[in-house]
C-alpha cells in the first residue's frame, strides 16, 4: 500500500537505499495509519487555559458622574502571580510535548545538579531521548552501509561491515574529570 504523491520505488542503481527516514517517536494523531511521523509540538498547540486567579475575573467600568476631577487609577500589577502562572504553563507545554515539566521550567535553575538529580528529575525527557534513539538507530545504520557500498564502487578497498548497530551514550553528562579520576583507579588497581 503506497503514499499518495509518493513514489513505491526509486532506481538509483544502489544495492540499498542511499538515505534514512527519521522521524520522532511520536504517534501521529493527524492522519490515521500514516507512516510518517509528526512535529513533538503538534498536540500541544492547542489553548490550555491557565488560571491567574480570582483577580482575572474582575471587571472595570466608568462611571457617570458630575465630578471634573481626575483620579488615580493603580492597581496592583500582580507579577507574583503572572510569574506563577506562565511558569505553569512552561510545564504544561514541556508535559505535552513530552519533554517533562522541568524541562521549560525558568525557577528549576540556578545551582549545580549531579547526573543523578539531571536523570531523576528529567525522566520524561530522558524516556523521550531513549524512544527517538531507537527510531535512529535504523536510519544510522541504512546510511552507514550506504556510504560504505558507495565508497567500494567507487573502487576504495573496505572490508566487508558486518553486523553495523547504533549505540548511543548513556550518560546524561559526562564528566570529563570524573571519568579520568575512574580511569586511573582502574590503571591503579590494575584493571584496566
Known sequence: MGVPGVAEEVGTGSVGPTFGIVRPAVPNTRVDFSPYGQSVFADAGR?????????????????????????????????????????????????LVGLGTNYFDLDNVGYVKTATEVSSDNSALIRNIRKNENNLQGALVGVSRATMAYERSIGKSLPEEGDVSAIFDDSIIQDRASEKQQDMAEVAAGLM
Open 47 to 95: 489553548r490550555v487555559p491557565i488560571p491567574f486567579g480570582k483577580g482575572d475575573c474582575t471587571v472595570f467600568r466608568k462611571v457617570m458622574s458630575t465630578e471634573d476631577t481626575i483620579q488615580e487609577f493603580a492597581p496592583a500589577l500582580r507579577t507574583g502571580a503572572q510569574g506563577k502562572a506562565f511558569r505553569l504553563a512552561l510545564q504544561v507545554l514541556g508535559d
